[in-house]
C-alpha cells in the first residue's frame, strides 16, 4: 500500500500524467490537421482532373489513347 501510495505521487508530482495527457491532445490535433490537409489535397486534385476533362487536354487522337487523361 505504501509503495502504491509512493508511485501514484511520483507520477503526479513529476509530470508524467500531464506529459501523456498532453501528449494524446497534441496528437488528436495533428491527426485532425493532416485530415483537413489530405481533404483540401484531394479537392485540389479533383479540381485539376476536372478542369483536364473541361479542356479535353489528351483529347481522343489514337497516339494519345494510352496514356493521356481521359
Known sequence: MILAAVTINAAFNSGIIDT???G??????????EQI????LDKDI???VKQIEDY???GNNRECQKFCVK
Open 20 to 22: 501523456a495527457v498532453n
Open 24 to 33: 494524446a491532445v497534441n496528437y488528436a490535433d495533428a491527426q485532425k490537421k
Open 37 to 40: 490537409t489530405f481533404e483540401d
Open 46 to 48: 479533383q479540381d485539376i
Open 56 to 58: 479535353n487536354i489528351g
